[in-house]
């Protein structure tokens, strides 16, 4: 048994939202079983102004990360 750890952060920015449109995501239950309270790839990402990192961390699986990592681990312990 082994286990790969690592973190992969996505900062993001949306813009502020006005009435009307204030409630309007939260109305179609976009929140819902969503980790960070929003669905990018939905409406509300109609809201995002600017993500600085990798769009499938947002979305809900870093797989370039992943598999960065998995080809490192693979370098590491390949026999020669």
């Known amino acids: 048994f082994f286990a790969i750890v690592y973190?992969?952060?996505?900062?993001?920015?949306?813009?502020?939202?006005?009435?009307?449109?204030?409630?309007?995501?939260?109305?179609?239950?976009?929140?819902?079983?969503?980790?960070g309270g929003y669905g990018i790839q939905s409406v509300a990402g109609a809201f995002v102004k600017t993500i600085n990192g990798d769009y499938y961390t947002v979305v809900g699986f870093p797989i370039q990360r992943l598999s960065e990592k998995l080809c490192e681990w693979i370098q590491i312990h390949a026999q020669p």
């Open 7 to 35: 973190v992969a952060l996505s900062p993001q920015s949306m813009n502020l939202l006005i009435s009307p449109f204030s409630s309007f995501p939260a109305n179609l239950g976009d929140w819902h079983d969503k980790a």
